[in-house]
């Protein structure tokens, strides 16, 4: 079982969801609005100087999703580097 | 759910809202009522008061003054103004804009029911007029007629007036003019005496004789009999045959002693229409009833009455308000459409594609048919006023379209998809695109806090454009972001962009250059600040100093094909008389204008009915109103105002004309007039007479001043009888009776009528002509005593020759002549100081007052309200822009636009030649708002790149060099829409081209300017931005700095 942490510009949400979707991650958990910056690209901090907005959504999913999920993420991802979307992903275990 | 996402989600539900409010739209434009301007009028009330045989004098003392007190108390009185003339007190009080009509129609109703005692027994009670004696009628017919002539009087009652009057909103029809059938009983005085009859005498005896009684009834056995006596005259030869008395054996008849003629009744007023005889209907509608509507029922109606009337009787429009109002309506509509063209044609040329356009362009039609709505519910009108609103508004309304847009745009170049673009892309922008709305609104909400006749000009004004900006800002996050998310097309997971299409070959790069040479533009001028600020500063100070080359005018004059003149003779002259010169007037019309004239109606004299005719026409047998109706403006090759100044030449070389006043509205009233009035108020008519001549001298004398009248005419001969009180009741006389059998002799009384055909005639008594046209035999004229002897009335009275003045004007009270100067060749303004300069000048009388108003006061007031309507709306705009930029200095770059805006108006109208008008000054007042948001962009934009990091210089660069085609946009649209409004010459184009003008030529002036002189300012006041106040911050931190690493 892989955590994955995915934080993406608002503008692609429903495209987002829509992988999860295909994929059959049904469990997660979205933060509509999340504000931050990465050390490339424009800061997305929701005021007037830098207006655009980010979301994140933290999935754990089986081993075996986690190559279509990484897959499908990328290829979002490079279709526009501007928009922006990092995934960060670390081992998971039920607590009970 | 934010407005936006829901928009986008339901996207059925959004396009139901604006479908809906585009049916409601159209619905209200259906339902407006047209007119040429908003309703005005300042509530007027007139008192008509009528005392037949009075003097000017004696009215003025016993009628006007005890009136005038009184009503002067009323609460919400603006002003009360009078004139006093022979048998007629007309007394106006205007109110304060807003005050209800009818409570307060009712208050003068009791006030008068205080006066009517006070008030000389004989004078009708007064009648009150809910408008004004300067409103005019809304539709002029002219009637002609050959064989039925004589009895036009009653077709026209019967066939005309009568259906006329049942239309909704007609407040009444009259008739110039109409000869009326009368039986003259004329006596030869000496006959009278003869036969020892006085015409007490005679009167009672035909009253007695002219009898209808029923009697009473008779039953016999199966039936009742009703009984009644038939006394009354069938025929005028009855009257004659009317036996008076026997004497000596002979029996002495009507005829005997006097003759009887079945005639016309004496003309007091010739009415010519088109050089025939003839005479006018004049239809006057109801006070806030629109006029376009009456006039369309009234013209339906006489469609339906004519078919009825005798052949030769033929009524046709001489004068039509609502052609005019029509005509003007149409051009400016016009000129809508042609702005909708351009503004599209921009719209696309910018955004190089059809969808986009076709998503921005969608939202004119929403924001424009609110301000419709908007019309429809506050009881407006469409008028020239609310559609240069609509027409200015149409280049506005896109901007937000067009940011929000661009962003959905960016978003889907970026990979989002056009549903995920349309919400998070309007995300972004939506705080900053109400932000620019809300300084809009804040320019043109104060116009609707205007009061006063400025206040009815421009209220709808201000909120139709507040109304269909804020319209268009809401339809820009909630219809644009639906429609993008809809139509646009959507370019995720395509590798290959947008195609590369002719658009991006030919225009595209043309702007990209464009914006290339711009951003090497600022950097040089941001080089040479100083230098730039010096230039700037020049060009505003040469084209202020241009001021007082442009003249200033109230409203400008529009041709309506329309001429109207009084032209005053000698005082004193025969009605007769006058007619040789109205012919001599036919003639030259017909020589001189023989491709324009369409119709002419000429009349001249009083009216001895003393009846509302003589509050609106010519009131005097020596004045000439004419009124002529030329083609239409397509239709003739000079305007109206090229004919009245050659009608002025002509009247100037006839010898018998003593002045004229030539006005080119019939329409408008008081409001279209563009006088300068010298008001010079004083008890002392005569030293006021003779001061008001000097001065008038001296005013013909200033350049650019012409038809100086001055409102006194002449004082007009009058005879006056002074009785000798004593020798009169030695007589057994009182003056009551003498005055009564004068009255009686000369005026004749109308004894009893004739009835014929359900009509009524008079009969009217009288002495015969040879002593009614003779001052001689008049004086040796007997009258009857109380013991029935007779008395020589030049026993009992002197018969004085003397003067007085045919009318008396008061305002507020106070006896006023009026000196009224129209202004050519040079503005209102100008002419004004001159006439200030003048009056300084000359030493004015004791007790004198005198004051120069008319429209050069409507104008000075009208200035003051929006000049300083423009500093509350500056000073709104600073606040907004304060609280909005969080700064005391960005506020003063931004509105630094507003000036250079003003200079560009100067410019433009000292270019075209048109003067300051009120119309230029809403032109100018616009461009507050429109410059403004076009510095707005760029300092926002540089304020943005600052705080991501960039050098003030460079973000100065950047900033314009990205916001370029925004602004131009904006502008360009803005320009191009009023383009139509400013090139348009069709009738009524006259008061909308200033506004056109004004606006092209201050928005040229102020875009051109603020894309240069704004990053220039900025660049010298904002040393500190947002950066420096972070530092500032930080230092608070610096105990901080000691455990982090240096």
């Known amino acids: 079982m892989k955590a994955v942490f995915i934080i993406y510009n608002k503008a692609v949400s429903e495209q987002i969801l829509y992988i999860l979707d295909k994929l059959s991650i049904k469990a997660f958990t979205l933060w509509e609005t999340v504000y931050g910056q990465g050390n490339e690209g424009e800061p997305r901090m929701g005021t007037h100087t830098w207006p655009e907005e980010n979301s994140a959504i933290l999935t754990i999913v089986n081993n075996n999703q986690l190559p279509d999920l990484q897959k499908a993420l990328k290829f979002l991802d490079e279709a526009n580097k501007e928009v922006g979307i990092r995934a960060f992903v670390w081992d998971a275990e039920y607590l009970f | 759910m934010k407005i936006y996402e829901a928009a986008v989600k339901k996207p059925i539900t959004t396009l139901m809202v604006f479908i809906a409010v585009i049916v409601v739209g159209v619905y209200s434009l259906s339902q407006l009522a047209i007119d040429y301007f908003p309703e005005i009028e300042f509530p007027t009330i007139t008192i008509l008061t009528t005392y037949p045989g009075a003097n000017s004098e004696n009215i003025e003392q016993n009628i006007t003054k005890p009136i005038e007190e009184q009503v002067s108390a009323l609460n919400n009185l603006k002003k009360i103004t009078s004139r006093s003339s022979d048998n007629i007190s007309i007394v106006t009080a205007e109110f304060n804009y807003g005050t209800n009509l009818d409570e307060a129609a009712n208050d003068i109703r009791n006030v008068l029911d205080r006066v009517v005692p006070l008030l000389p027994s004989g004078v009708d009670r007064p009648t009150i007029l809910k408008f004004s004696t300067s409103q005019m009628p809304i539709l002029f017919y002219a009637v002609t007629a050959n064989k039925n002539y004589e009895g036009i009087s009653k077709i026209l009652e019967e066939k005309v007036i009568n259906q006329l009057n049942r239309i909704n909103g007609v407040a009444s029809v009259m008739t110039i003019g109409t000869p009326k059938r009368t039986i003259y009983v004329e006596f030869d005085p000496l006959a009278l005496n003869n036969y020892g009859i006085t015409f007490d005498q005679i009167a009672q005896i035909v009253k007695a004789e002219n009898l209808n009684l029923p009697i009473g009834s008779v039953k016999t056995n199966d039936l009742e009999y009703k009984i009644s006596l038939q006394g009354e005259f069938q025929s005028a030869d009855q009257i004659k045959n009317t036996v008076l008395t026997f004497q000596n054996g002979k029996t002495i008849r009507i005829k005997d002693i006097a003759t009887v003629t079945d005639t016309l009744k004496d003309r007091s007023i010739i009415e010519r229409i088109n050089s025939g005889k003839g005479l006018r209907l004049l239809v006057m509608k109801q006070s806030g009833s629109n006029t376009v509507k009456v006039a369309n029922k009234v013209k339906a109606e006489m469609e339906k009455i004519l078919p009825t009337l005798p052949s030769d009787v033929k009524i046709e429009p001489i004068f039509d308000t609502s052609r005019n109002i029509l005509t003007s309506i149409r051009n400016l509509s016009e000129t809508i459409l042609f702005a909708l063209l351009f503004v599209s044609i921009v719209v696309i040329f910018f955004l190089g594609r059809w969808r986009p356009s076709l998503i921005v362009l969608a939202v004119i039609p929403i924001s424009l048919m609110s301000g419709l709505v908007y019309l429809y519910a506050s009881n407006n009108s469409l008028n020239i006023i609310t559609l240069s609103a609509i027409s200015i508004a149409i280049g506005m309304v896109v901007d937000d379209a067009i940011v929000v847009l661009e962003n959905i745009i960016k978003h889907i170049e970026r990979g989002s998809t056009r549903r995920e673009a349309a919400i998070y892309g309007t995300n972004e922008v939506w705080v900053a695109v109400i932000a620019t709305t809300v300084v809009i609104v804040a320019v043109f909400m104060p116009l609707t806090l205007l009061t006063g006749f400025t206040g009815a000009l421009f209220n709808s004004f201000g909120w139709i454009i507040s109304i269909t900006i804020v319209v268009s800002t809401i339809a820009a996050i909630s219809f644009t972001p639906m429609l993008s998310s809809q139509i646009l097309k959507s370019y995720a997971y395509q590798k290959e962009k947008r195609k590369i299409t002719l658009w991006d070959k030919t225009i595209g790069k043309a702007l990209n250059q464009l914006d290339e040479f711009y951003k090497n533009s600022i950097s040089f001028v941001l080089r040479h600040k100083i230098s730039t600020l010096i230039v700037a500063i020049l060009i505003f100070v040469f084209s202020v100093s241009l001021m007082k080359f442009i003249g200033a005018d109230f409203l400008p004059q529009s041709d309506q094909s329309m001429i109207s003149a009084k032209i005053t003779l000698q005082t004193g002259i025969k009605v007769e008389k006058t007619e040789e010169t109205m012919k001599k007037l036919e003639q030259i019309l017909h020589e001189r204008y023989p491709n324009e004239v369409v119709a002419h109606a000429i009349s001249a004299g009083a009216s001895d009915e003393a009846s509302f005719i003589s509050a609106f026409s010519a009131n005097a047998s020596n004045v000439i109103q004419l009124m002529v109706r030329f083609k239409d403006l397509d239709h003739r090759s000079r305007s109206v105002f090229s004919i009245g100044n050659d009608l002025r030449s002509v009247l100037d070389s006839m010898p018998e004309v003593i002045k004229y006043d030539i006005t080119y509205q019939a329409a408008m009233g008081g409001m279209g007039s563009n006088n300068i009035d010298v008001k010079i108020f004083s008890f002392n008519l005569d030293q006021s007479m003779v001061y008001a001549k000097q001065l008038a001298e001296k005013i013909k004398n200033i350049e650019g001043a012409k038809e100086v009248l001055i409102s006194q005419e002449s004082d007009k001969p009058e005879i006056k009888i002074f009785l000798k009180q004593e020798k009169m009741a030695q007589m057994g006389l009182n003056s009551a009776m003498v005055g009564a059998a004068l009255r009686n002799y000369l005026t004749g009384f109308t004894a009893s009528k004739l009835k014929e055909e359900g009509k009524e005639y008079d009969i009217v008594f009288r002495l015969n002509n040879e002593i009614r046209h003779n001052i001689e035999l008049f004086k040796n004229i007997t009258i009857r005593n109380m013991q029935g002897n007779k008395v020589f009335l030049s026993d009992i009275a002197d018969l004085r020759e003397l003067s007085s003045p045919p009318v008396i004007e008061h305002e507020n009270k106070q006896r006023m002549i009026k000196i009224s100067v129209k202004p050519q060749g040079r503005s209102l303004n100008e002419v004004a100081t001159d006439i200030e300069k003048t009056i300084a000048q000359t030493t004015v009388p004791q007790h004198t007052d005198v004051v120069v108003g008319g429209a050069y006061q409507d104008q000075q007031e009208s200035f003051r309200d929006l000049a300083l309507l423009m500093l509350v709306a500056s000073l709104l705009v600073y606040l907004t822009m304060a609280a909005q930029f969080e700064s005391f200095t960005m506020p003063i770059i931004i509105m630094i636009a507003i000036p250079f805006a003003f200079s560009g108006v100067f410019i433009a109208l000292f270019i075209t030649g048109i003067s300051f008008s009120v119309n230029s000054l809403l032109g100018a007042f616009m461009l507050i708002g429109i410059a403004v948001k076009n510095s707005i962009i760029l300092v926002d934009f540089t304020n943005l790149l600052r705080d991501r990091g960039m050098k003030l210089f460079d973000a100065l660069v ?64 904002i040393r500190s931005g947002s950066r420096r106040l972070r530092k500032k911050f930080q230092s608070e931190f610096s105990l901080l700095d000691e455990v982090l690493p240096k």
């Open chain 2, 958 to 1021: 950047e900033a314009g060099r990205s916001r370029l085609r925004p602004i131009l946009m904006t502008a360009l649209t803005t320009i191009l829409g009023m383009l139509p409004l400013a090139l348009s010459t069709g009738e009524g184009s006259e008061q909308w081209a200033p506004i056109g003008i004004s606006v092209i030529g201050g928005l040229i002036f102020t875009t051109v300017l603020t894309l240069i002189i704004v990053p220039v300012l900025y660049y010298i006041l």
